[in-house]
T-cell receptor
Framework: GAGVSQTPSNKVTEKGKYVELRCDPI?????LYWYRQSLGQGPEFLIY????????DSGLPNDRFFAVRPEGSVSTLKIQRTERGDSAVYLC?????????????FGPGTRLTVL | AQSVTQLGSHVSVSEGALVLLRCNYS??????LFWYVQYPNQGLQLLLK??????LVKGINGFEAEFKKSETSFHLTKPSAHMSDAAEYFC??????????????FGTGTKLQVIP
């Protein structure tokens, strides 16, 4: 079956602009995660959704970052007033239930470049 | 909070040689541990996971890892490196986040180079 997909694969924007990054999880997976991976680092947790609700958004760096999952499937990560420091690869992952032993399945990521 | 430390940001091995990628964890409770592989411009793919069953865990592509509580280690090995193993490898530990969900913390990664 289809894996996790993310669009766009690359996004170049100018400082101060607004961007939206989309994640399409594996069908039936209730748990969805967003991570940010900076150059030379491992993925860092941003936010976790269980169904439609954001169960843990403690990883969002500031209030310029926001994410939604209105129907419990597709999720959108929104970044307002982008800054050069936001440049990174944004990864989305989904798992069946979110339990501690689940396997998270990752999408290919969106590479965001803020000029 | 749980954490993992990967020793060596870059490792080079000859094709056919043993691969050993090191990972040590810090955890106050029995951890769940994972190894993921990331090929260039691709997402992470699970190689194997330890969830408190057998301490020697076998994964895909001939990789395995052994959980050693006394050493707080979960090193990844493969007897014979193949050119296709060149990638970045991430060790990760899973905790229970707010509400009991799986919160994964990743190491900084080890890039494996395979020399022909």
């Amino acid at each position: 079956g289809a894996g996790v997909s993310q669009t766009p694969s690359n996004k170049v924007t100018e400082k101060g602009k607004y961007v939206e990054l989309r994640c399409d999880p594996i069908s039936g997976h209730t748990a969805l995660y967003w991570y940010r991976q900076s150059l030379g680092q491992g993925p860092e947790f941003l936010i976790y959704f269980q169904g439609t609700g954001a169960a843990d958004d403690s990883g969002l760096p500031n209030d310029r970052f926001f994410a939604v999952r209105p129907e419990g499937s597709v999720s959108t990560l929104k970044i307002q007033r982008t800054e050069r420091g936001d440049s990174a690869v944004y990864l989305c992952a989904s798992s069946s239930t979110g339990s501690s032993t689940d396997t998270q399945y990752f999408g290919p990521g969106t590479r965001l470049t803020v000029l | 909070a749980q954490s993992v430390t990967q020793l060596g940001s870059h490792v080079s091995v000859s094709e056919g040689a043993l691969v050993l990628l090191r990972c040590n964890y810090s955890s106050s409770v029995p951890p769940y541990l994972f190894w993921y592989v990331q090929y260039p411009n691709q997402g992470l793919q699970l190689l194997l996971k330890y969830t408190s069953a057998a301490t020697l865990v076998k994964g895909i592509n001939g990789f395995e890892a052994e959980f050693k509580k006394s050493e707080t280690s979960f090193h990844l090995t493969k007897p014979s490196a193949h050119m296709s193993d060149a990638a970045e490898y991430f060790c990760a530990v899973s905790d229970e986040g707010t509400g009991g969900y799986q919160k994964v913390t990743f190491g900084t990664g080890t890039k494996l180079q395979v020399i022909p």
